[in-house]
């Protein structure tokens, strides 16, 4: 299951950081990393120093020039986050995240990004809405910026504890979430992109959003379909209704006189 | 009960160690940190910036020649160990040592000290007979060397975890799960029917849905956005999309010649 699992790096300004989130990912028994846009020289001697070893994940990470390629192929992304956001996201802590674990990886095509910001600013807000929910460390609010490696340790060993207590309870019976095995696997972050990326067109194609005046209303949409988390059919059931939507909306377009001749 | 536990390092190489375990440290709310014999010069540059501003548990950390003397204050002493053992000992995972927090600390007097050994080696065999138990960090058995501050973060992030636990017992807080509360009352079933209906009549609009052969869409609808538990402002927005979509399909139909004259 942990295979199933990318650690994902934004911005990352120090390259000991990276050596130092390599180690502890392969302390937990975690492979897979990908860094986008590291601010600093990577490949770096201090990531090799720092990763004490682990240096065929620094070797196999792959490189990305913004979150959403970097998570394109993963059903489940968890953004790393501080406590108090605008928009209001659904918020778990490290064991909340890991007990998700075992139903999330149910399907063999799931995958999960656990994603990190910068060291001194964290994630975007786009970023942070790029992401299905957020994860927070319950740490001292007086002082509250973990180092990076430290954040990934903590998380990194979370799942790990899960895996293990699952593999501890593998002769008992799976918990049923929803009455029978979910059949479909979820869209991948992919897949949403493109829904969003209709859906928006859409919206202004039948008046309902001028994107020079968003009102949020792109982040409120993305926040529900996030939370609902849709599966591959219901992504194709959303999109046929908005194409049909289009087509009703420009028919109707073309029938109005042009507003200037 | 967090000020009750003290974090003793025995025979630190590295200064810049001591600094991530002092930032670690604080990040989890404990205060106090012990050096037995630390091995480089302390204080020292690297700790400071290591520690990335808990300067204060540095200049307050006491420093021992060796641990029977760090420890003779505290009523359970736990040292971070490897797994195997000549001698079999107590041995706890840190969420089990975690677990006994409330109990060991029931008393004002009781103190704990977490004891974590050298870099290279670990604790010797008779400074591991100086713990009540052993803590072990269930680790990838291939590259199982934690950094030091590493160990101490997982550690502490456990005790802090069940400190936070203890005390939503005790004052049972509302549970926070979107980093602020959510600011808007979730939709009541009327609304959600209202909007169902709508929703049904719109799709019936556009053509995408003929109510003689449902093929489980409004099913999978609904469920997908019973899931999403949509709140009055975002039911509001759906229907508010709804109606537009509504009037692009009529004006449309309105445009078409009548099917039957």
Not at 136 to 148: A, E, G, Q, V, Y
Request: net charge negative; hydrophobic share 40%; charged share 20%.
């Amino acid at each position: 299951m942990l295979k199933a699992i990318k650690i994902v790096l934004v911005g990352t300004s120090h390259p000991g950081n990276i050596g130092g989130v390599a180690r502890a990912m392969k302390n937990m028994g975690l492979a897979e990393l990908c860094l986008v846009a590291p601010r600093g020289k990577f490949p770096h001697q201090d990531a090799a120093f720092r990763s004490a070893g682990a240096i065929d994940i620094l070797e196999q990470a792959k490189i990305y020039d913004c979150l959403e390629d970097a998570v394109a192929d993963c059903t489940l992304v968890a953004g790393s986050s501080a406590r108090s956001r605008h928009l209001p996201w659904p918020l778990l802590n490290p064991r909340e995240l890991a007990g998700r674990l075992e139903q999330e990886l149910a399907h063999t095509e799931h995958r999960i990004a656990l994603v990190f910001g910068r060291e001194d600013r964290g994630l975007s807000n786009e970023e942070l809405h790029l992401c299905h929910l957020h994860v927070h460390i319950p740490c001292n609010p007086d002082f509250s910026s973990l180092n990076l490696a430290a954040a990934v340790q903590v998380l990194t060993y979370e799942l790990r504890m899960a895996v293990l207590a699952t593999q501890e309870k593998q002769a008992m019976p799976e918990a049923q979430h929803f009455g029978t095995e979910w059949d479909v696997p979820f869209a991948n972050s992919e897949t949403l992109e493109h829904f969003f990326n209709h859906l928006e067109h859409t919206l202004i194609d039948i008046n309902f959003h001028n994107p020079d005046k968003p009102r949020q209303l792109m982040s409120r949409l993305r926040r529900l379909y996030m939370r609902a988390r849709p599966d591959t059919i219901e992504v194709n059931m959303l999109r046929g209704i908005l194409t049909l939507t289009q087509q009703a909306a420009n028919k109707n377009a073309a029938t109005k006189p042009p507003e200037s001749n």
